[in-house]
């Protein structure tokens, strides 16, 4: 198609056909690198037991795949390497964490709290069975969303010692590791049915890839172990050191052979932190229980969450939420996050900074008032000028809230 001189006609070179034309896949920028599927391509090709079960095919055991395994102490391969046991020595974890990409709080969680947490899951699961609305994966049975679903949840978020008596030291571990500031990604439990399948093995910060954060992680996990786990119940699967074997092999890099897999093995109560770059996955159950742990990750304020706690959270739990917990959960903006209307730029995303303290705008959803500004010019009128949008009132009330303190 020619050009005409028409002021309403489109270049010829921004009609969808011809950019179509000349972009041809060698052309596209960075393509080679978007597109080089690694680390996973190599790690397949250069570790065939690693490649995960098809659907409907019968788990093999006796040929070495990576589900099938065994704990460290009674690894032939691991047995003889100092990896992480349980600790309650801050100094420890670090080492392990740095070493190794995971570490094993000791009693992270005390009787009370792991009891009342596993009580509250296994409710939670039967109930949402019940209702038809349970989430089924190849593992096993996930509980989503557990800030909802328990007073004690969002207290875990907020890493409070009356839910996790660990919680001040993981604070600080996962302060070390994101830098201050971080929050929640999502908290859930993530259950290993008898005879489910083993997960694909993973890094949990793998959707940054084929970029590969080398110097430290971009996302820290939180495991709470909620019963002991063992190579019998799919203890999640390991491969000790992977983060670092990653970290070296760097953004788009190819990685080789890989050491093996094991199985985690600790007691409940425990709480395993690990590195977003450590290789993992839930284990295959070969108990007849039913085997629940919960996962809370976390990422730096500014990613974007797995949880989209601003529309999931309920109505209750956001209202009687502390500062900290709003935080933790995103509801504090700041110049590169979370903003509203353009509230929260400029905001340094401090907990309870009245400039990022954007609960108003879901609280006003809630209750129907949200009223965004929508199209104004010189000839609106008066009415839309002056309408009661709620920008304008948080903005006032981040005022007085700022001129009081
Ligand atoms: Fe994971």
Partial sequence: ????????????????????????????????????????????????????????ETLQWGDGQYWDTTVARKHPYWKKFPLPQLTKDIRQM???????????????????????????????????RLAGIEQLTPSGQYVNTL?????????????????????????QLIDETLGKGWICHSFLSNGADPGGYPQGLHMDQGPLLPWITTEAPALVNTMYILEDVNEINGGTLVIPGSHRI????????????????????????????????????????????????????????????????????????LESASPKLLHRIGLQALVY???????????????????????????????????RVGELSPNSSTQELQANYTVRQVMQAARDAASLR
């Fill in 337 to 371: 996050g979370a903003t509203v209307e353009g509230f929260g730029l400029g905001a340094r995303g401090r907990i309870g900074d009245p400039w990022g303290a954007i609960k108003a705008f879901r609280s006003a959803y809630d209750r129907g008032e949200y009223k």
């Fill in 246 to 317: 990653l970290a070296a092999a760097g953004s788009g890099g190819t990685v080789g052979e890989l050491p093996p897999t094991i199985n985690l093995e600790a007691p409940g109560g425990t709480i395993m932190v690990f590195d977003g770059r450590l290789l993992h996955g839930t284990g295959a159950n070969r108990s007849d229980q039913r085997r629940f742990v919960a996962t809370m990750s976390n990422v730096k304020a500014w990613m974007r969450t797995q949880e989209n706690w601003v529309l999931s959270v309920r109505s209750e739990v």
């Fill in 94 to 128: 670090r080492k392990d964490l740095f070493d190794w990409g995971y570490c094993l709080i000791e009693e992270g969680m005390s009787k009370t709290q792991y009891m009342n947490i596993k009580q509250r899951i296994l409710e939670q699961a039967e109930g949402e």
């Fill in 1 to 56: 198609m020619q050009r005409t001189d028409s002021p309403e006609a489109v270049p010829t070179e921004f009609t969808a056909s011809a950019v179509k034309a000349a972009s041809p896949p060698e052309e596209q920028l960075y393509a080679d690198f978007l597109r080089c599927g690694e680390p996973y391509k190599s790690m397949y090709a250069n570790n065939p037991w690693l490649i995960p079960p098809k659907g409907g």
């Fill in 147 to 171: 800030i909802n679903k328990g007073s004690f949840f969002g207290l875990c978020i907020e890493q409070h010692p009356d839910a996790v008596q660990a919680g001040p030291l993981i604070e």
